[in-house]
Nanobody
């Protein structure tokens, strides 16, 4: 059994910053890819960024240069530092972890950016 929990969401003004955290716990041997996704109102879920166990990162074009993903392999945690935020970043952000081919999701954390 694996549990995934996000935290750090909230309300921020445009141009501001937030830092999201994701903690995975349970029967974990090793985590391959960890990623952040988001679902904005009325839109499909989209990939924001992901990071491999070796530290390789990939970002959606819409967040490049503003968001930074990182992880702590020893503690099975992942972070998303979000800077220069825009109203279009408003969404529910979900953490996803891939463990031996299985995907586990958190419950999501709301991020709202006011203009």
């Amino acid at each position: 059994q694996v549990q995934v929990v996000e935290s750090g969401g909230g309300l921020v003004q445009a141009g501001g910053s937030l830092r999201l955290s994701c903690a995975a716990s349970g029967s974990i041997f090793s985590i391959n890819i960890m990623g952040w996704h988001r679902r904005a109102p009325g839109k499909q879920r989209e990939l924001v960024a992901f990071i491999t166990s070796g530290g390789t990162t990939n970002y959606a074009d819409s967040v490049k240069g503003r968001f930074t993903i990182s992880r702590d392999n020893a503690n099975n945690t992942m972070y998303l530092q979000m800077n220069s935020m825009k109203p279009e970043d408003t969404a529910v952000y979900y953490c996803n972890v891939n463990i031996q081919g299985y995907n586990y999701w958190g419950q999501g954390t709301q991020v709202t950016v006011s203009s």
